[in-house]
């Protein structure tokens, strides 16, 4: 495993972008018209077959998440869609680098239609990354920014695909057309799977709010229940798109990770902070409102083996790991456990009243760290720290456990950190982040995905000098 995601899974990646390309050399329609033409040639056929991945990558395919992670997908996707526009927008540099006769791809008085769309998506694809890597800083609402975001990346898609498909140089065989037609079709597929089918789905399962009630402050809890039939199946710490009141093919769906226990199907509960626009309103929900489901989706769950768990979570990260407890209970599991969790105030700690039932009920020691102590506190003060974790798993058999975090970015670098450095392996180190947004901007294995997309990039620019000088 690199990562969280399996060799294999790379090595499918890899071969989708380079397959396509060698492919265009059998056959008839290949112009030797020195190293650099060809180079460009070929890095701009790899930059867009990682663009037609792109979306495979974030359709929601329930077994990829499941099997990847969500997370690790999320941060994979961003990393390669840095390099698939590196590579697009160096094809049309290096070719006029090369030769200057190239310019009139881009000459409206040649052919305005084309030179209109080639110069339309050398624009809107630094559009397509600086909204993405900066989008909080440009202010755009989530839901908004990814409509946008999937327009654009389908529209650069398409005439990605027209421009070579007229170009002709490499794809007159009509099978290679076919060929590159369906890496294509498969991409815009997955897009149509997401945003039509997914939902046509799902509004085949509805839910009825049952419940909304405070469980700290600024966090409700919010329970549904299947209008017929079991619910969701799901693995304790994985998370769903949840939708109130709204229809399934709504843009305002958002992940929440499922509180109850996995073992329970006649209702799921979520426990949701308000953070901003969407969220603020939950406590204000009526009951008995219509509600969709999407999932389950995550890779981290809880693990099956009973040698010990060490749960780290930090403010609203609560919600996985209390579905975790709650099923551990409720699968009659008798397992070592050690929950530390952070928050800023005493306010902010939900759940006080059965995390102490369910420390009663199973091998369970519940640590608490506030920042921000009230004055007869007897808990820990201050932040997770390494010291702290540290001190948990002082025991050689405790470095064999399982260690689940999820919480703030900050306090998942330090989690990640410490337990590796007290040589906890990275497969045993399970976690998830609240950002889809930022996927990828923190984070240990947001590195080993860095290192893991420089390696299969080296190998792509390696592969089109290969095709350059064949
Ligand atoms: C895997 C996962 C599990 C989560 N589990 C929980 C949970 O159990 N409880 C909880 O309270 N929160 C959870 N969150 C966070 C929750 O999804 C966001 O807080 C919520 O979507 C914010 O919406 P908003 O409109 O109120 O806030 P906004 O102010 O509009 O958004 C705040 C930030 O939340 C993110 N966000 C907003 N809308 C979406 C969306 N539709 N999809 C993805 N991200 C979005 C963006 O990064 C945005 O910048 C989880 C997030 C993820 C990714």
């Given at each position: 495993?690199?990562?969280?995601?399996?060799?294999?899974?790379?090595?499918?990646?890899?071969?989708?972008?380079?397959?396509?390309?060698?492919?265009?050399?059998?056959?008839?329609?290949?112009?030797?018209?020195?190293?650099?033409?060809?180079?460009?040639?070929?890095?701009?056929?790899?930059?867009?077959?990682?663009?037609?991945?792109?979306?495979?990558?974030?359709?929601?395919?329930?077994?990829?998440?499941?099997?990847?992670?969500?997370?690790?997908?999320?941060?994979?996707?961003?990393?390669?869609?840095?390099?698939?526009?590196?590579?697009?927008?160096?094809?049309?540099?290096?070719?006029?680098?090369?030769?200057?006769?190239?310019?009139?791809?881009?000459?409206?008085?040649?052919?305005?239609?084309?030179?209109?769309?080639?110069?339309?998506?050398?624009?809107?694809?630094?559009?397509?990354?600086?909204?993405?890597?900066?989008?909080?800083?440009?202010?755009?609402?989530?839901?908004?920014?990814?409509?946008?975001?999937?327009?654009?990346?389908?529209?650069?898609?398409?005439?990605?695909?027209?421009?070579?498909?007229?170009?002709?140089?490499?794809?007159?065989?009509?099978?290679?057309?076919?060929?590159?037609?369906?890496?294509?079709?498969?991409?815009?597929?997955?897009?149509?799977?997401?945003?039509?089918?997914?939902?046509?789905?799902?509004?085949?399962?509805?839910?009825?709010?049952?419940?909304?009630?405070?469980?700290?402050?600024?966090?409700?809890?919010?329970?549904?229940?299947?209008?017929?039939?079991?619910?969701?199946?799901?693995?304790?710490?994985?998370?769903?798109?949840?939708?109130?009141?709204?229809?399934?093919?709504?843009?305002?769906?958002?992940?929440?990770?499922?509180?109850?226990?996995?073992?329970?199907?006649?209702?799921?509960?979520?426990?949701?902070?308000?953070?901003?626009?969407?969220?603020?309103?939950?406590?204000?929900?009526?009951?008995?409102?219509?509600?969709?489901?999407?999932?389950?989706?995550?890779?981290?769950?809880?693990?099956?083996?009973?040698?010990?768990?060490l749960l780290v979570a930090g403010g609203i990260g609560v919600?996985?790991?209390?579905?975790?407890?709650?099923?551990?209970?409720?699968?009659?599991?008798?397992?070592?456990?050690v929950f530390i969790y952070a928050a800023d105030r005493i306010?902010e700690l939900?759940?006080?009243?059965?995390?102490?039932?369910?420390?009663?009920?199973?091998?369970?020691?519940?640590v608490r760290v506030l920042a921000d102590p009230p004055?007869?506190w007897?808990g820990e003060v201050g932040f997770v720290t390494d010291d702290l974790i540290a001190n948990h798993?002082?025991?050689?058999?405790?470095?064999?456990?399982?260690a689940?975090t999820c919480g703030p970015p900050p306090m998942m670098e330090v989690v990640e950190r410490a337990l590796?450095a007290?040589?906890?392996?990275?497969?045993?180190?399970?976690s998830?982040?609240?950002?889809?947004?930022?996927?990828?901007?923190v984070g240990?294995?947001?590195?080993?995905?860095?290192?893991?997309?420089?390696?299969?990039?080296?190998?792509?620019?390696?592969?089109?000098?290969?095709?350059?000088?064949?």
């Amino acid at each position: 495993m690199i990562v969280g995601l399996p060799l294999y899974a790379a090595g499918l990646y890899l071969t989708l972008t380079l397959v396509p390309l060698f492919v265009i050399l059998a056959g008839s329609g290949v112009q030797g018209r020195g190293f650099w033409v060809e180079f460009g040639v070929a890095i701009g056929f790899v930059g867009l077959a990682m663009l037609c991945l792109q979306s495979v990558l974030t359709a929601r395919y329930p077994r990829l998440s499941g099997a990847i992670g969500q997370d690790t997908m999320l941060q994979f996707h961003r990393q390669a869609g840095i390099v698939a526009f590196g590579f697009v927008l160096a094809h049309p540099v290096i070719l006029i680098a090369a030769d200057s006769s190239f310019w009139e791809f881009l000459d409206p008085r040649v052919n305005f239609l084309r030179a209109l769309f080639l110069v339309g998506v050398l624009f809107a694809l630094p559009l397509l990354i600086l909204t993405s890597l900066w989008r909080e800083t440009f202010r755009l609402p989530y839901q908004w920014w990814r409509l946008g975001h999937g327009i654009l990346a389908a529209l650069i898609l398409v005439i990605g695909l027209f421009h070579i498909m007229r170009v002709q140089t490499y794809l007159s065989d009509p099978w290679k057309q076919a060929l590159w037609l369906a890496m294509g079709t498969a991409s815009i597929a997955s897009i149509g799977y997401a945003r039509a089918i997914k939902p046509l789905r799902v509004r085949r399962f509805p839910y009825r709010v049952t419940q909304i009630e405070p469980v700290a402050e600024r966090i409700w809890s919010v329970r549904v229940e299947p209008e017929e039939g079991p619910g969701l199946s799901f693995r304790a710490g994985q998370f769903a798109f949840l939708t109130i009141a709204d229809s399934p093919f709504s843009l305002e769906q958002h992940p929440f990770s499922v509180a109850s226990s996995a073992r329970c199907d006649d209702h799921l509960e979520f426990a949701i902070k308000e953070l901003g626009d969407y969220t603020s309103t939950i406590g204000e929900l009526p009951t008995g409102q219509t509600a969709w489901v999407d999932g389950a989706y995550g890779s981290m769950h809880l693990p099956p083996d009973d040698s010990g768990l060490l749960l780290v979570a930090g403010g609203i990260g609560v919600t996985p790991i209390l579905s975790m407890l709650r099923t551990v209970r409720d699968e009659g599991r008798r397992v070592p456990i050690v929950f530390i969790y952070a928050a800023d105030r005493i306010d902010e700690l939900a759940y006080t009243a059965e995390l102490d039932a369910l420390a009663q009920e199973l091998d369970l020691t519940v640590v608490r760290v506030l920042a921000d102590p009230p004055p007869d506190w007897n808990g820990e003060v201050g932040f997770v720290t390494d010291d702290l974790i540290a001190n948990h798993l002082s025991t050689e058999a405790a470095k064999q456990w399982h260690a689940v975090t999820c919480g703030p970015p900050p306090m998942m670098e330090v989690v990640e950190r410490a337990l590796l450095a007290e040589g906890m392996p990275l497969g045993r180190i399970h976690s998830e982040r609240f950002d889809i947004g930022a996927a990828g901007a923190v984070g240990r294995r947001q590195a080993q995905v860095r290192r893991l997309v420089i390696g299969l990039s080296a190998v792509m620019v390696a592969a089109s000098a290969l095709f350059a000088s064949w």
